[in-house]
């Protein structure tokens, strides 16, 4: 069965200094993993994927984030936060398979100070 | 751009109750998504049907059942509601589900049962 942790469940950080927003994950075969934001009382948005190829992979709204294979790894980065990313995030890992579906990890809630 | 939408967006019935969620996906998606997402939770999978059949179970509880119809559009009904039942519930479609399709998700629908 395939899982996803996030170990951190608040993350602050300055506005202004880089942010990290880790997650970890479990599956079988290779991945597809997501990063999905989700403000108050609104929706999941869309963030970024990883499927194949490079393991850096850039989003929306200037978001980045690493696939580590040997880590099993996806955290999400952005080099300059801003008060406006404050939000919860949430990673989601895919299978390859079809009929597979997301899975959500617990969510990461992202404050940026100003 | 079409977005998913949901209705209603909110929702406030008594215990024992019944509710009816409705969603309809982005056009041409063929595959939609319910998930649960309970007060500071993840978002947890329901049900998903691709071409108007059920493709996967979640953890949808047996109150529950859900059906898409011909022009893709689905329903979520809710039977013997209970207090535990209080939660957003969001609606995702995406193209056949290959894994590496993001799911696109409505902005939920808040189901108050007291």
């Known amino acids: 069965a395939q899982s996803v942790a996030q170990p951190e469940d608040q993350v602050n950080v300055a506005e202004g200094n880089p942010l990290t927003v880790k997650c970890t994950y479990s599956?079988?075969?290779?991945?597809?993993l997501f990063w999905y934001v989700q403000y108050p009382n609104r929706g999941l948005q869309f963030l970024l994927k990883y499927i194949t190829g490079d393991n850096l992979v850039k989003g929306s709204y200037g978001f980045e984030a690493e696939f580590n294979k040997s880590q099993t790894s996806f955290h999400l980065k952005k080099p300059s936060a801003l008060v406006s990313d404050s939000a919860l995030y949430f990673c989601?890992?895919?299978?390859?398979?079809?009929?597979?579906?997301?899975?959500f990890g617990p969510g990461t809630r992202l404050s940026v100070l100003p | 751009a079409a977005g998913v939408i949901q209705s209603p967006r909110h929702l406030i019935k008594e215990k024992r109750e019944t509710a009816t969620l409705k969603c309809y996906p982005i056009?041409?998606?063929?595959?939609v998504y319910w998930y649960q997402q309970g007060p500071g939770q993840d978002p947890q999978f329901l049900i998903s049907f691709y071409e108007k059949m059920q493709s996967d179970k979640g953890s949808i509880p047996d109150r529950f059942s859900a059906q898409q119809f011909s022009d893709y559009h689905s329903e979520l009904n809710m039977s013997s509601l209970e207090l535990g039942d209080s939660a957003l519930y969001f609606c995702a479609s995406s193209p056949r589900s290959s894994g590496a399709n993001v799911l696109t998700f409505g902005a939920g629908s808040r189901l108050t049962v007291l």
């Open positions: 056009p041409r998606h063929d595959t």
């Open positions: 599956v079988s075969g290779n991945p597809y």
């Open positions: 989601a890992v895919n299978g390859e398979s079809y009929g597979q579906n997301f899975v």
